[in-house]
């Protein structure tokens, strides 16, 4: 099984989309039972908080559901038990890295890289357009998801 956590600052509103939208790409093409997707937060800001309601209308708007999500932390001992991290925003890398100790095994990644793309997912804390975000997340989830077909 292949793991990957998908981190953002709170785990409130990229990560948890990033997570419910990868699990159903996952679902659609019947390989949800090959990966475990998680996701999680650098700071403790928002540790047992429910998803964001502007996350939770706009996944709802797809017919997703993240039911039951809580933000969690991510831990240093999380490198050991994924195999891939991929980061909304390059401080969410910095941080990672921190956390982490370095990379040694490039598992940390940034959210749109996978679909050619050189920059942050829009962040909806900061501006409140959770249809950017999700347009960012989707083109990254999609990329994410040829990738590992083609690995």
């Known amino acids: 099984m292949y793991r990957i956590m998908f981190v953002c600052h ?4 990229r990560s948890p989309m990033a997570e419910f939208v990868m699990k159903d790409i996952l679902a659609k093409e019947g390989k949800e039972s090959e990966y475990l997707v998680r996701s999680s937060a650098t700071s403790y800001e ?3 908080s429910p998803v964001h309601h502007g996350t939770r209308r706009k996944l709802a708007e797809h017919g997703i559901s993240c039911e039951g999500k809580r ?10 038990k994924y195999d891939l ?5 390059s401080y969410n890398i910095v941080n990672m890295f ?14 749109l890289e996978f679909a050619g793309i050189d920059r942050d997912v829009a962040d909806p804390w900061y ?18 998801f040829k990738y590992l077909k083609n690995k």
């Open 10 to 13: 709170g785990n409130i509103c």
């Open 46 to 48: 928002e540790i047992g």
């Open 71 to 80: 933000a969690v932390k991510l831990v240093k001992e999380d490198y050991d």
């Open 85 to 89: 991290f991929v980061g909304m925003d």
């Open 98 to 111: 921190k956390i982490f100790g370095g990379d040694n095994q490039k598992k940390v990644h940034l959210m």
């Open 127 to 144: 501006t409140g357009d959770f249809d950017a975000t999700y347009d960012d997340i989707k083109k990254g989830c999609d990329a994410l």
